[in-house]
């Protein structure tokens, strides 16, 4: 398509529908929608949630000038002296920012439904955490950093009680933190390997003086050959261990070296999942077995296999609960552990607090990855023998952040509190109608709609990669902040406020 | 020795020597030493610091109960329960820490020297840091986090021009942020890769569509087989990456995979490094050999090297200024980029604000990394070659945390106000002939004191590995915090308020 088709394309598609249909999903109160099921949540709350939370937020965007706007540019150009910008978007105003809109530096206010890449949950200045923000444990946390490992606080406990492990996926009780999600699954990489190798040693053995003196070599056996298996169009993360584990884009892997490990095809399903069930049993059958031929011929041994709920970075792939309940005892039949990376899909993305609560697994994984949205991060686990057997192995000087575990805390209180992971789900089931009628009507600009039934973790693809990103431009033009993903998808991650305005 | 000479030994110099002269240090006044030569300090500014910032500190230690507590322990016991708490030495209550002086859950106070593990810049709830922690700018640094790389907030350049970037080493300009001192470290490889493929393929070029197609295979050339070369003993980090470059202890390397990177021998020195300049002068000459060697022959191409200019972790093994001159040297000759960590020994730890200031280099290194007592995490540099020709390549979600930055902003206006990094001089300068003192009456107990004129970065040699864990734990007993390092030395990591209160 020359550019001048593609342009106009791209604006038909935002100016005429999207935009607009984000907008009023985020900012009607007209729409019908029921309130939450729930009988513990009050009609009050259920009614208010919006008001209450954000009583100046504006009804639509507020378009000052185009986009990017000047003062964006010209401070961009100015931090790019010191600073890598090459990646920026705008410059954003976030004192001036409110619930689900941004501020960028010119006064521009745009419906944020990517919220940091996935990051926000409960919108710009939510007057809840700005309160927590500002309480005694916070600036304690902030001023007295801890080294938790070894020195950890006496409050450590019941902000972890209180609010990551109080949202502990079931058959969880433990927690390790870490700082990143790139960093809590590395966290979770060197647990599993911990593991394999005291169970092939026998937990409480002493290591060999070979193993001692190999490792200071980084060579076997005290530095073993073992490998994490992770998927085709995978993302866990950007540091070297997680990089090896990333098989999104070749721009997030080049010219850094990377561990020889496995990766296994993930499904390539068909969209609407429900009208393509034989075809994608068919497909998830295939990559099942190509997996079990890796896991049982790779040249290393296999301590661990990662893997996304839904592949975001990598282009929002879905796969089915059959996939995960397979995956889930093909590892279990090779002793080899599980490892559900939900960076970026938990804390009530998907319409479930962790999205694999979808699939109703007989057994849990063996560890779940966090960070994004829940700001601190880690993974969970339950089975003792995850915890290596001598202090120092599972370490680093400040083992997470005590600041960013309170916000969590409040994360957790306030999704409770307001019954979101159901509104997510109500929100997201109009959201994906919505937008599959506009797919309908515009089959040659909206194709793969995705997502039904998992809140609004909705992507849809683009025609090819150069319409998709004329698209997420002309959203910014239009007052709407989204994201891509994979090579020509369109994703949408909004905070959980833009679930909260529906049921009002 | 038996253990009761053991215990008897230990106690000796707890009890009459080393903590009294660490308490003093500490909290005497009395002491003689010249107010800062800087004549821009006031003359009120250095005479009240302490009394300014911690008007309740004591002035020795206060003992309740035998360590550790039986609340520490109480509570160690619950935590252990859904936390990793091995590595833990006692619960700490820290909004009753004051200055100096660390408070665990039996309400003992404690001078703590260790800081940490040298990450406390100013002191327990110092009052300067809890008005920052408390500034609109932070609250909006908490609520509203913002993915750095895409959506920079309009205050971020003027944060790090008055922070970080003010306290840059010479010669450096740009900063690239991350999240801990193991992340900054594998930015700065990822960084050092980039520009090394880059030089090879020409900044401009594109990567072929093989780089593309095997880097997604983690294989080379695109994920390429290339090295950072690290020191024996070194500590870098326990990722994937920066843990192939740590040499300190098997511990913290056994059973993860690692990178087959190379390490050259770091030189062993004899203390007082005065009294031994021809052996010294010998040792590192044998080391530059062996490094130049490996530089020459590895197997895969060296990137960078990377060192830290006191290893701290691996036993506080120095080097001189001549050392870091001819690896500057060696480096710059053979093409390879030279990364100093400074994680450990910057921010006014040494008697200079960075500790490779002491080496007076003709070039600068080409990346300065940073963390531990700046609160904020990243790597210095200047050449613009060091930054990818690409956005998304050096990137991940935060890149960074503004409201570490904040902090680090303080610590500079601090630091400079109070001329922080004169005051460490004195109060290291002091401390050292004190410690020597102690070692020429107790030779048999304290060996290779090491740290003269680098402020208080000071350590010495137990005589093995049990007497010196039996000394941490006596001090303790006694009312000191110290930390060990490598396999039997101990070592003094103290904030920087314990550097004020000698000038008074």
């Not at 342009?7 to 007209?30: G, N």
């Not at 960093?183 to 290591?207: I, L, P, V």
């Not at 059958?285 to 592949?311: F, G, K, M, N």
């Given at each position: 398509?020359?550019?001048s ?11 005429s529908?999207?935009?607009r ?11 019908h929608?029921t309130?939450?099921?729930d009988?513990?949540s009050?009609?009050?709350a ?19 000038t185009?986009?990017?706007?000047p ?26 920012s409110v ?9 521009n206010?745009y419906l ?9 949950p ?7 955490l700005?309160?927590?923000?500002q ?9 007295n950093?801890p080294?938790l ?5 006496t ?6 009680r209180e ?11 433990k927690?390790?933190t ?9 966290c979770a990489?060197?647990?599993a ?10 937990k409480?053995?002493e290591?060999?003086d ?14 073993p050959?073992?490998a ?7 993302f866990?993360g ?12 070749p ?9 020889k ?11 609407p999942l429900?009208q ?6 068919a497909?998830?059958?295939?990559c099942?077995?190509?997996l079990?031929t890796?896991?049982?011929e ?9 893997v ?7 282009g929002?792939?879905h ?14 039949l090779?002793?080899i ?6 960076v ?5 993305a998907t ?6 609560e979808h ?5 849990p994984?063996?560890l779940v990855?966090?960070?994004k ?6 993974y969970?686990y ?7 057997n001598?202090?120092f ?16 805390r409040e994360?957790?209180?306030e999704v409770?509190?307001?019954?979101l992971?159901t509104?997510?789900?109500q929100?997201g ?10 797919q309908?009507r515009f089959?040659h600009?909206?194709q ?11 992507a849809?693809d683009?025609?090819d ?16 902040n989204?994201?891509?993903c994979g090579t020509?998808?369109?994703r949408?991650?909004p ?7 529906l049921?009002?």
């Amino acid at each position: 398509m020359a550019m001048s088709s593609l342009r106009q394309a791209s604006r038909v598609l935002v100016r005429s529908r999207v935009a607009r249909t984000l907008t009023r999903s985020a900012t009607t109160s007209a729409f019908h929608s029921t309130p939450p099921a729930d009988p513990t949540s009050s009609a009050d709350a259920s009614q208010s949630l919006a008001a209450h939370y954000f009583p100046t937020e504006p009804d639509m965007p507020r378009l000052m000038t185009s986009f990017p706007g000047p003062k964006s540019v010209e401070k961009l150009n100015s931090l790019d002296k010191v600073y890598d910008t090459q990646a920026a978007y705008m410059v954003c105003d976030y004192q001036n920012s409110v619930g689900n809109y941004i501020c960028d530096a010119d006064q521009n206010l745009y419906l944020d439904v990517y919220a940091q890449i996935a990051s926000i949950p409960l919108g710009y200045n939510n007057p809840v955490l700005m309160t927590a923000a500002q309480s005694p444990e916070m600036i304690d946390a902030i001023v007295n950093r801890p080294a938790l490992g070894t020195f950890p606080s006496t409050l450590w406990e019941q902000i972890l009680r209180e609010g990551i492990l109080s949202a502990a996926p079931k058959g969880f009780d433990k927690v390790w933190t870490s700082m990143s999600g790139s960093d809590a699954n590395e966290c979770a990489y060197k647990a599993a390997f911990m593991y394999h190798r005291a169970k092939q040693r026998g937990k409480t053995s002493e290591f060999s003086d070979l193993e001692r003196q190999t490792t200071m070599e980084n060579a076997s056996p005290g530095s073993p050959d073992l490998a994490i298996l992770s998927f085709d169009k995978a993302f866990h993360g950007r540091l070297f261990g997680s990089l090896s584990t990333t098989r999104s884009n070749p721009i997030h892997k080049l010219d850094i070296p990377a561990f020889k490990w496995p990766k296994a095809p993930f499904p390539a399903l068909k969209y609407p999942l429900d009208q393509y069930e034989t075809e994608n049993r068919a497909e998830e059958d295939r990559c099942l077995t190509a997996l079990e031929t890796i896991l049982q011929e790779w040249e290393s041994r296999i301590s661990a296999v990662v893997v996304e709920p839904i592949q975001s970075e990598g282009g929002d792939n879905h796969a089915t609960p059959y996939f995960f309940q397979q995956l889930r005892a093909l590892t279990k039949l090779h002793g080899i552990l599980l490892i559900v990376d939900e960076v970026q899909t938990g804390v009530a993305a998907t319409g479930m607090f962790w999205a694999h609560e979808h699939w109703n697994l007989d057994t849990p994984p063996d560890l779940v990855t966090f960070s994004k949205k829940f700001q601190a991060a880690g993974y969970y686990y339950a089975n003792d023998d995850l915890r290596p057997n001598l202090p120092f192995r599972q370490f680093n000087t400040w083992c997470g952040d005590p600041s960013k575990a309170i916000i969590a805390r409040e994360i957790v209180k306030e999704v409770r509190a307001h019954d979101l992971v159901t509104r997510t789900r109500q929100v997201g089931g109009y959201l994906y109608e919505h937008l599959a009628e506009l797919q309908s009507r515009f089959p040659h600009l909206m194709q793969n709609l995705r997502g039904k039934d998992r809140g609004t973790f909705i992507a849809w693809d683009a025609t090819d990669s150069q319409t998709r990103n004329m698209l997420l431009k002309d959203m910014k033009g239009a007052g709407i902040n989204i994201g891509g993903c994979g090579t020509h998808s369109v994703r949408m991650r909004p905070g959980m406020p833009f679930f909260s305005r529906l049921s009002q």
